[in-house]
């Protein structure tokens, strides 16, 4: 798994002893515990019509990663609304 600057960094302080690793306490633990069930909760269901060369080509890269195809879109979707997928300017 490659790692971004900022994920190397802290896996770096940590191999050098800067950081240390804490448990979390009983309500941090619960918030945790919220927040993964409500991101990982997929309660809407949606039909899309797609070109059927980009379903391929969406199911190929699914199986590359080992993924459902239906989770790789989902993912995909959840990034662009996040702002972590952006927009090629063209011209």
Same mark, same amino acid.
């Given at each position: 798994m490659k790692l971004d600057k900022e994920e190397q960094? *802290?896996?770096d &302080?940590? /191999?050098?002893? &800067?950081?240390k690793l804490s448990s979390p306490s009983k309500s941090d633990k619960e918030k @945790?515990?919220? @927040? &993964?069930?409500?991101t990982f909760r997929k /309660?809407?269901?949606v039909t *899309?019509?797609?070109y059927d060369h980009d379903l391929k080509? *969406?199911?190929?890269?699914a199986l590359k990663k080992g993924m459902p195809y239906q989770t790789l879109i989902s993912g995909m979707i959840h990034q662009y609304i996040e702002g972590d997928l952006v927009?090629?300017?063209i011209g």
């Open positions: 960094e *802290i896996l &302080a940590y /191999d050098k002893g &800067a950081m @945790i515990k919220s @927040i &993964a069930e409500k /309660d809407r269901r *899309i019509r797609l080509g *969406i199911q190929k890269k927009e090629r300017k």
